[in-house]
């Protein structure tokens, strides 16, 4: 997945871009651009930059003003974190109660919140994102986070990244307990920017991949389940049923076991 060509700049922070910001600029095949060049009228809607807070992302015309980044000490994560994940709905739907040290594969891992919870709870789990430039936001995320604290090094040792589609994607030996995918809400009208993440992302990425393959590919992945988040109201997966269904207020977790 790629970002749409015309959507996206990379902006340097002066006049003379820092080596790492041409760095990300070229790893990332994006225009690296002034400060000065940048025209609301004329913006391309959206631009990477690397501040002291990190990597970002950020709307700059009036239909899409906002910063987005990845992190992972944020004090609403850091509260549910804190919490039991085997009372909360993503714990169920995975299987916490019955194991608590699951492997889980993230086959679509976008900014890697609920695997930060997963892996938080003691899961090892290993994150899969196609796109650069989101992949790019979340390796930062994790780098920032490292430096914060023992406890969240000790946490993130139990995370693997790895910038892939998962469709490409080969076991090459690995066993997972759990596939978990992730896709992306559709677009509703009336709530588009209610959540400022989920609608940047919708801008910017191509379409997702065929949940019906998805979920299909993901079925020869997992040895005890694959559990698929939808919006709570959203139609199945491919019209498939699942075997288990968790419900919250705003979203459900479909489970669908292995047999």
Known sequence: MTARATSLVFLQQSAEASDRERELAQQLQLQLVQPTTIDEDRSPGFVL???????ALRGIDKDTRGTLRVDFTARSLQRRAQQSLKTQQLGKAVGLSKQSQLRVLDATAGLGTDAFLLANAGCEVTLLERSAF????????????????????EVFSRITLAEEDFLHFEKQGANFDVVYLDPMFPEKRNNARAK?????LQQLLDEPSDEAVLLDHARAFADKRVVVKRARLAPLAGGQQPDIQFKGSSSRFDVYLTH
């Open 134 to 153: 989101v992949f790019a936001l979340l390796q930062d995320g994790v780098s920032r986070a490292r430096d914060t604290s023992s406890e969240l090094c």
């Open 49 to 55: 930059e690397l501040t002291a807070a990190g990597l």
């Open 196 to 200: 400022k993440a989920m609608f940047f």
